[in-house]
């Protein structure tokens, strides 16, 4: 085992202990609701980033969590599966579809793949709605059958939603954190920087860009459908709207872009600054305060917030290992 | 289906009218993309806030539209000059994607400014008034809405003065130059941040135009801007980026193939035809079907 | 024993006839300069060879087996690896990481886990061993290119394309490169260099190729090319009237 793959499961331990623990004590519904809300959209923070980190800056990732969503809904529907297996299932359709839309962009970078991913989530939209409208009940949507078995206290529905979300967070960020301290890790860190270079040094560039894009697509249909069994009980064509693409790119910035602790802290931070600005301000003047935010963010500290964070423990730490009286240069 | 030739004849014209304003977006993305290197996302929100002045001038103080046009087009011009001073001067320099990241942000920032500041005066859909609103006149067998007439008149009064301006100036010269090359612009003495500015501020009126126009034939939204900005982009990806000529046609095209395939394909593929067009014209010709500067 | 062999290679750029059926040969163990004017399609064949450009015709072979047709890719994992005019390191990546891709990706498609082992010799050849953690951004021109010699050396190259490797080096740093030029050669590689300062392409390289506009005009050893008369006129002659003339290569 790595020192690095020791680290990650370090803090995949507090990440999974720590709420556990706050389960325990907080007993507010809505502070709960929220916080699974924060575990489910960090998966999906989590595939942007992990897209991201291959150089490819999605613009219409509401393509895989919409798709993610109606494949799960319509797998226990239709296949009756029971829901718990249905997303895991389900998630391969987005990944293919991930596969689909990589291939097409493969010759793009930056902002005409940011535009061509976005256009090909307007494109699914149509499909979804006019070409499987007998499938999806077109604009209307389907309802998402309750992810925990029937019959159980809203309470206790609520409790496990929350854990079950927590626990595929946390699965999800080993998963990346190990993908992207493997081999495919190296080759998008390599791709996102130059590609020419890249296959200079013998990285096969459509091969790692197209995984990047079918884990991506797994892990944003995964939080989808986690999503609508879960919160919403209910996907409907407006998941493929422009908002839903620009959420995750928003987490995972503020969080540090290209880490795998960046798209988790960025989302509880955003999503909690939203909360309260929602309770304080109008529903406008909270998304201009989250647009600003963004843009400072960009201006200012680039590299995110998890950076700044983890330099600001590991000095506190050298503090403490330090013998008194020396300071650090 | 039987085609009626006069059916055909309005859907071309519409065409030529959604296009004109297309090839308004268009022309202010080819701009800033030629001087700047720069895509600004939130030019549908510009856009939008040039549909929402003008709306206001007309509605509150009865100023005729086709006259609020140009005072909406200098707020949102200077509106341009200060986000371009304000935002995406700071990070010039810095990775390409932050620029995106920048759009999104201001898409962000812009739209829900506008859209609070339409609660007052409507819920969702606005419509700007013209006192000719009714009128039409008859061209052979059809007859033509006034509004059609004024609005195709005045894009290209504003098409050619642009044209004058960037051919037949100083000023245009130096921005032609800046686009070409900017390094040796700066080494000539261009001041390239006032072209910046420049850039931005005339990309950012002819957003206004294209949206106070748009605002007359269509009722509109705050969010309504980001799909004709998003097909305005895909007209420059089309028309080679950083290519006026490319963007003028392309964006005409664009608006009578979109007429034509909303007419025989039903009115929600109207949006993805945009994106299937795009997609094909990357896998076929990803350097665009024209290519040049300004 | 021939390592790289280039038969009747072509490339045309729309009317531009970039290379017009090009022959070389690369030995193992064998330093080839190949040398040029501006536009003379010196790079150009570095990029076609490494699998940037489809030749138009001809063939290109690796220990006999063909390039031919494969990506760039797929050409470094069989062993030709390249340097890059501008140095092009990987500026998100560590200096040792930078080095890890051609471990990982190259011919010797190390393991991940022992690529930053296996990194360090390498970087201590080319005298970068104190910045491995650092990132290519602190890093001098020329240490730049020497990181760029070193990760193309990691991918476990049989032949190594140098695209004017010391452009903008000092007298003294050009040495320095010749010297571990020349211990790359001992392995076994066969070297094909773009060179544009004469010093260096007669001090290091056993044979020279001339190319002028597209054709190859002259083979054969430094004392041969300098008295060629075809070379003379074609290219040395000129580099005497236009001094500034031996920039970028084509």
């Given at each position: 085992m790595t020192r690095r793959f020791r680290r990650t499961l370090a803090i995949a331990a507090v990440m999974f202990l720590l709420p556990a623990l706050l389960l325990a004590m907080v007993r507010e519904l809505f502070i709960l609701q929220i916080l699974t809300f924060v575990f489910i959209f960090a998966i999906y923070a989590q595939s942007w980033n992990l897209v991201a980190h291959s150089g490819q800056f999605s613009l219409g990732h509401a393509s895989f969590l919409g798709v993610g969503a109606y494949a799960s809904v319509l797998l226990v529907q239709?296949?009756?599966?029971?829901p718990a297996a249905a997303i895991l299932v389900g998630a391969l359709l987005p990944a293919g579809v991930g596969l689909a839309i990589g291939g097409l962009c493969l010759r793009l970078r930056e902002w005409y793949f940011g535009m061509v991913t976005f256009g090909v989530t307007a494109i699914v939209q149509v499909l979804v709605v006019e070409q499987f409208g007998w499938l999806t009940n077109r604009w209307d949507g389907l309802d998402a059958p309750r992810l925990v078995p029937a019959g159980l206290p809203l309470e206790r529905v609520a409790d496990l939603n929350y854990l079950i979300a927590l626990g595929l967070m946390v699965a999800a960020y080993v998963a990346v954190a190990s993908i992207m301290n493997s081999k495919a890790g190296l080759a998008f860190s390599a791709i996102h920087d130059n590609e020419l270079v890249a296959a200079g040094c013998g990285v096969d560039v459509r091969r790692y860009r197209l995984l990047a894009m079918a884990a991506g697509g797994y892990l944003a249909g995964l939080a989808g459908a986690l999503n609508s069994h879960t919160l919403t009980r209910h996907v409907s064509?407006?998941?493929?709207?422009l908002e839903d693409s620009i959420w995750p790119l928003l987490y995972s910035i503020a969080g540090g872009l290209r880490t795998p602790e960046g798209p988790i802290l960025g989302t509880l931070v955003v999503r909690v600054v939203w909360e309260w600005a929602l309770r304080r301000l109008g529903g406008f003047e909270s998304l201009v305060l989250i647009g600003s935010l963004l843009a400072l963010v960009v201006i200012f500290v680039p590299r995110g917030l998890y950076p700044l964070a983890a330099a600001a423990m590991s000095r506190v730490g050298a503090r403490r290992r330090r013998p008194a009286g020396v300071t650090p240069p | 289906m039987i085609l009626d030739p006069i059916v055909l004849f309005q859907v071309l014209v519409w065409g030529v009218v959604i296009g004109s304003i297309y090839m308004l977006l268009a022309t202010g993305l080819a701009l800033l993309f030629g001087v700047m290197k720069l895509i600004n996302f939130a030019h549908g929100e510009l856009m939008m806030i040039g549909a929402f002045l003008t709306f206001l001038l007309a509605s509150r103080l009865g100023v005729n539209p086709y006259l609020a046009v140009f005072a909406s087009m200098a707020a949102v011009g200077l509106l341009g000059v200060a986000i371009e001073e304000l935002a995406f001067r700071p990070i010039r320099g810095t990775a390409k994607i932050n620029e995106i990241f920048l759009s999104i942000a201001l898409i962000l920032i812009l739209q829900n400014a506008l859209a609070r500041a339409f609660v007052p005066y409507f819920r969702e859909y606005a419509q700007i008034r013209t006192p000719y609103a009714t009128r039409v006149f008859a061209l052979g067998i059809v007859n033509i809405r006034y509004d059609f007439a004024i609005l195709l008149g005045l894009t290209w009064a504003i098409m050619v003065a642009l044209y004058v301006f960037l051919f037949h100036t100083g000023f245009g010269r130096e921005l032609r130059g800046t686009s070409q090359n900017r390094v040796a612009s700066m080494l000539m003495g261009v001041d390239v941040q006032r072209i910046d500015r420049l850039a931005f501020g005339i990309s950012a009126a002819l957003a206004a135009l294209a949206g106070s126009l748009y605002g007359i034939i269509n009722p509109f939204s705050p969010y309504g801007g980001t799909l004709p900005a998003i097909k305005a982009f895909a007209v420059i990806i089309l028309g080679g980026l950083g290519s006026v000529r490319g963007a003028v046609v392309g964006g005409l095209l664009y608006g009578i193939v979109e007429s034509f395939a909303t007419f025989f394909l039903g009115g929600s593929w109207r949006d993805a035809i945009a994106f299937v067009l795009l997609a094909l014209v990357l896998l076929?010709?990803?350097?665009?079907?024209f290519r040049g500067t300004a | 024993m021939t390592r790289l062999c280039g038969t009747g290679v072509t490339k045309r750029f729309g009317g531009l006839v970039?290379?017009?059926?090009v022959d070389f040969e690369v030995g193992a163990g064998e330093i080839v300069g190949l040398i040029g004017q501006n536009g003379a399609g010196k790079t150009t064949l570095i990029n076609v060879i490494a699998g940037v450009y489809q030749p138009d015709a001809g063939s290109i072979t690796l220990d006999g087996q063909p390039l031919t047709r494969l990506g760039p890719d797929r050409i470094t994992r069989l062993g030709v690896a390249r340097t890059f005019q501008v140095p092009q390191p990987?500026?998100?990546?560590t200096i040792l990481e930078n080095v890890m891709v051609g471990l990982v990706f190259g011919r010797e498609a190390c393991r991940p886990g022992d690529a930053a082992q296996r990194a360090r010799p390498v970087l201590d050849a080319v005298g970068l061993a104190g910045k491995a953690d650092l990132r290519p951004t602190s890093l001098t021109v020329v240490e730049l290119r020497k990181l760029e010699l070193a990760r193309a050396l990691a991918s476990g190259a049989r032949v190594l394309l140098l695209d004017e490797i010391n452009a903008g080096l000092t007298a003294a740093e050009m040495q320095e490169a010749v010297a571990l030029i020349r211990t790359l050669r001992e392995g076994g590689i066969g070297i094909l260099m773009v060179e544009h300062v004469m010093r260096i392409v007669m001090q290091v390289c056993e044979r020279i190729i001339v190319l002028h506009f597209g054709r190859k005009i002259a083979d054969g050893t430094p004392a041969a090319i300098a008295a060629d008369p075809d070379v003379v006129a074609a290219y040395l002659g000129e580099r005497r009237i236009r001094p500034g003339g031996d920039r970028a290569g084509g």
């Open positions: 239709h296949l009756r599966l029971p064509p407006g998941i493929f709207g | 076929i010709r990803p350097e665009g079907l | 970039a290379l017009a059926g990987f500026p998100s990546l």
